[in-house]
């Protein structure tokens, strides 16, 4: 008799890279970041939706980083060092960091359906 929680077809391995995009952003950032880019430059002959994953959370990523890097940039230019910079500051940077944590969370869910992330079309497709 057939273990009835068996899988059908071979898994295509999408769940990878979002779990490493999720560990850039909670636990181990630069260690993270740097499986993401061994991921994406060692993935040509992965399972298309792999690759879809990988390009993905590779993308935001670098988005993340640049607008948090740049709002909290430009607020320092515009407000200095005072009470109001920092104030901004963090909450700049723990909202944007929720926001991606939170699309990585739908990733994830994603990758283990077996669909593709929530992502422009044409930016996965562009290698």
Request: proline share 3%; aromatic share 12%; no cysteine.
């Amino acid at each position: 008799m057939r273990y009835s929680g068996g899988r059908e077809k071979v898994a295509s391995g999408a769940v990878v890279p979002v779990i490493w995009y999720l560990l850039n952003l909670l636990a181990i950032p630069v260690i993270g970041f740097a499986g993401l880019v061994w991921l994406y430059l060692h993935g040509q002959g992965d399972h298309a939706l792999r690759r879809a994953h990988t390009r993905a959370a590779l993308v935001m990523s670098v988005v993340g980083a640049v607008l948090i890097s740049s709002g909290v940039g430009v607020a320092w230019l515009t407000l200095g060092n005072t009470g109001h910079f920092w104030t901004f500051a963090l909450v700049w940077a723990i909202v944007l960091h929720t926001g991606f944590v939170l699309w990585g969370i739908l990733a994830l869910a994603q990758a283990m359906a077996d669909k593709k992330p929530l992502f422009p079309e044409r930016w996965l497709q562009a290698r």
